[in-house]
């Protein structure tokens, strides 16, 4: 994959894009990661359908850090990154996919995307006020290390190990170098940005929407809790459920990139009309 780049108030942001014309997603990634999280979606037969564009967030991949670590690292700062690079290529009635902190991203976002076809979210349990992070999430001692400014080596090793399932030997190396090259600020400005209260009800919003939404869940998940997410009030819910892959955690994407390639083709095209 090759990075574009584009100008977002001060921010320079990378981006990829497949060469699909169908229908559009604008993806994006989580915590710590990049955009080359979506490479197998990005260079698969639904890239090749579909127009998918996947950012770097600031700090991360290869977008430039923060000019304003304290107000970009945050889910609002993200959250204005994400609609004004919509604006910008033309992606303001595309499907808007999170992972993980990008599905935080993507739902708070979405108050400010109304022509958005929908939203498919994965790694995230929408949080409510204050958040309840014990319930939505599984009690792992690498959560703490996406809020650590700097992480070791080995740190950056298993936080990314935690992204897949149990015993899942593929893991690409780009997954710790992403880690260690995010800016560390963004880490420790995000964990600061939630103790202030600076995110959104975001059970609310989802009980709220009235796009689809389409949530999937990776049935060996090491982080989030499905049942959790399974018991919140989502009237959009895409298919009625939460749609499980079997066999992927964290990064359903690229553990069972093919179902989850099958997912988002049939969600692009049923919000597509």
Known sequence: MQPKTIQVGAQTVAYYESSGKG???LLVHGNSSSARAFQRQIE?????E???VAIDLPGHGQSAPASDP???YSAPGYTEIVVQTAEKLGLQSAVFVGWSLGGHIVIEASDQLPKAAGFMVFG???LDLPPNIAEAFLPNPVMGLGFKPDLSEEE???YASAFFAPG???IPSFFKEDVLRTDGRARGALGVSIGQGRIKDEVEIVANLTAPLAVLHGAHEQLVNGDYIRGLTMPTLWRGAVQVIPDAGHAPQWEQAERFNALLAA????AAG
């Open 23 to 25: 229908p559009a997603a």
């Open 70 to 72: 304290d107000a970009v």
């Open 50 to 52: 579909f127009r998918l």
């Open 156 to 158: 950056a090793e298993a």
């Open 44 to 48: 698969s037969s639904v890239g090749e």
């Open 168 to 170: 899942f030997d593929d």
């Open 267 to 270: 969600f692009l095209s049923d």
């Open 124 to 126: 995230t349990p929408p």
